[in-house]
């Protein structure tokens, strides 16, 4: 089965080889999605013919966003702790006991269906590619459950049992450590592909996300961190020092830690989200593009810090807030994301890669910026 979409005002390809800049970016352009992957890409004029056809009129076509960083298995509503925050209360850690107690009365089948009832909406906004963490069970069994819910929805599924201490333990935070690194591990890693820890004040210091990041890493699991969110820390060093794939947050950073993600290539991904549900200052994209560092946008959607489940939300912050360009922001949703996972077969458009693409109702992807809250992504693909 081939599907052919053609009259594409504007085709981001992500491939710097097809027109030198950042995006790829081909206008008059055909793409041909063959058995779920990108067979051909070239010039609607010279489209080759295939089993169904799509006419874009002049539309602008993507590559399906990736999002490396949501928390989509909880239960539970924070909608009044956000009022009180803005309303002047500040956020701190701690508010995501809250949601561990609802996601522990919940069922499976209420875990579940919340998950896909946010999978849909994330989709519908045109994320192809998800990320999904455990963190709200914080027992054997809960963590467990979290990640197989999970794991319905996507194998990039991380163990955040390290999200913070639960009550029951907030007296031996070293009891702790010691249950995520035995028995709550052994029965999360087969269900994980990532281990992931809240290393900030108020979660997990460095040493405790070093012990935990070396015990996943010796059943096979990738690590990844949140780091840096609520104040300088030492996370961000800590990621790169290890060669992590992406730390996320990155709020903020001294000059040491920007050098640092450069010279090991550890993504840093920004969750404009959380500065705009928290009321916290935004990072600096801008900063961190001109030293050099790889650079992903995600959701962190989650009840408690950002409700969002949508990357253009998250681009539009990033340009209106972060000194990104559109076309950074739309790489950064897309291969950033890529990136943050260690994936290249997602966040581009070349042949070979998985046919994973979205459809806005605008000539071109600046109007992810400059239409800011409009629904625009009119159609998804996804192999
Ligand atoms: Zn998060």
């Known amino acids: 089965m081939s599907l052919l ?28 999605v063959s058995d779920g992957l990108v067979e051909w890409v070239g010039s609607a004029a010279e489209a080759p013919a295939a089993d169904e056809v799509v006419d874009a009129e002049g539309r602008a076509v993507l590559p399906g966003f990736v999002d490396s960083h949501s928390h989509l298995v909880f239960a539970g509503d924070r909608a009044l702790e956000f009022q009180a925050r803005m309303a002047g209360e500040s956020y701190a850690a701690g508010g995501i006991r809250t949601t561990v107690a609802a996601t522990r009365a919940a069922s499976d089948e209420q875990l579940t269906a919340g998950v896909a009832r946010h999978v849909a909406e994330m989709r519908r906004q045109g994320t192809t590619t998800l990320e999904i963490k455990s963190g709200y069970g914080l027992s054997v069994d809960d963590e467990a459950r979290s990640l197989k819910v999970a794991r319905q929805f996507t194998d990039e599924t991380t163990f955040l049992g390290a999200h913070v201490v639960p009550p029951e333990y907030a007296d031996d935070p070293a009891g702790y450590v010691d249950l995520v690194t035995g028995p709550m591990l052994e029965a999360a890693a087969p269900h994980a592909s990532w281990i992931d820890v809240f290393c900030e004040r108020g979660a997990f210091d460095e040493d405790q996300a070093r012990t935990i990041l070396a015990a996943g890493a010796a059943v096979g699991l990738k690590g990844r961190l949140h780091a840096n969110q609520l104040g300088e820390g030492p996370g961000v060093h800590l990621a ?45 994209g801008r900063r961190l593009i001109e030293a050099g560092v790889t650079v992903a946008l995600a959701s962190d959607c989650n009840p408690g810090s950002c409700y969002t489940s949508s990357l253009p939300f998250c681009i539009a ?24 996972l260690g994936r290249t077969d997602v966040g581009r458009l070349v042949p070979g890669a998985r046919g994973d693409l979205l459809m806005l109702d605008a000539p071109t992807h600046v109007h992810l910026a400059y239409r800011p809250g409009v629904p625009l992504v009119v159609r998804t693909w996804s192999a």
């Open 5 to 32: 979409i053609t009259n594409i005002g504007e085709l981001v390809t992500n491939d710097p080889a097809e027109s030198g800049d950042l995006l790829g970016v081909r206008t008059d352009a055909a793409v041909v």
């Open 240 to 284: 790169a020092e290890l060669g992590l794939a992406a730390v996320d947050h990155c709020t903020y950073l001294t000059d040491d830690d920007v050098h640092a993600l450069r010279d090991a290539g550890t993504v840093a991904t920004l969750l404009p989200g959380v500065e705009f549900s928290t009321k916290h200052p935004y990072p600096s």
């Open 317 to 340: 912050l990033a340009v209106r807030e972060m000194g990104m360009t559109p076309a950074e922001a739309v790489w950064a949703a897309t291969a950033g994301g890529a990136a943050a």
